[in-house]
C-alpha cells in the first residue's frame, strides 16, 4: 500500500516514515503542498498537515 505524508516538520515527517515503512508501507514525503501535488502518483491512503505554510 502507498502513504503520502504532508508534513513540514522534518523530524516528525521521518519519525512517521520510519514508523509507516516498518509497517509494510511504500511512503511518500512532502513538505509543501505544492510538491505534493506536482507529483503524479497515486496513493491508497495521505496523511496532511492542515498547517502547511504554504496551503
Known sequence: MRLTILED??????????????KGY????Y????????????DDFYLIDVSLPDG
Open 26 to 29: 511504500t511512503v511518500s514525503t
Open 9 to 22: 516538520d522534518e523530524t516528525l515527517s521521518y519519525t512517521l516514515k520510519r514508523y509507516y515503512s516498518d
Open 31 to 42: 513538505s509543501l503542498l505544492e510538491d505534493a501535488l506536482k507529483s503524479s502518483i497515486q
